[in-house]
């Protein structure tokens, strides 16, 4: 387990340097790993980075524009721990890019309920609100 979590640890530092092709597959070496030994079943403490793990790897799929599997991952990072709201939010904002309103405001509320300080959420929220607003009003 402990060379799961310096993998993990080796893929957020080279995600912060910029290196999102090594972090991306260093993410998915440890999500491989760490799914493929159920190491995570009954360890919670391992369940939530494996969550953030796929939160991550999402978000630099989402950098490729490679979105369904983004909402992939954010989804697999729910089902792991229902209350990680950065994947609800990003995931959010995969819908909200693509109009797909009702089901950002969904995913962006329920940011907010685990989180109700998230600011970036809050934003997010109002922007799904008022654009699928604007959509409802255009007349053709």
Not at 93 to 107: E, S
Request: aromatic fraction near 10%; glycine fraction near 6%; proline fraction near 2%.
């Amino acid at each position: 387990m402990e060379g799961d979590l310096r993998l993990f640890e080796l893929a957020k530092s080279e995600e912060s340097q910029g290196n999102h092709d090594k972090a991306l597959e260093l993410y998915s070496s440890f999500i491989d790993f760490t799914s493929r030994d159920n190491q995570s079943d009954n360890n919670d403490s391992l369940k939530q980075t494996l969550a953030l793990a796929y939160n991550n790897r999402g978000y630099l799929r989402y950098l490729r524009v490679d979105f369904d599997e983004a909402v992939e991952d954010f989804t697999k990072g729910i089902n792991l721990d229902p209350g990680l709201a950065v994947a609800y939010y990003n995931r959010g904002t995969i819908h909200y890019r693509l109009g797909r309103f009702d089901t950002a405001i969904a995913d962006m509320k329920a940011s907010l309920m685990k989180n109700p300080d998230f600011t970036e959420a809050k934003t997010g929220l109002e922007h799904c609100l008022a654009d699928r607003q604007e959509k409802l009003d255009r007349p053709w």
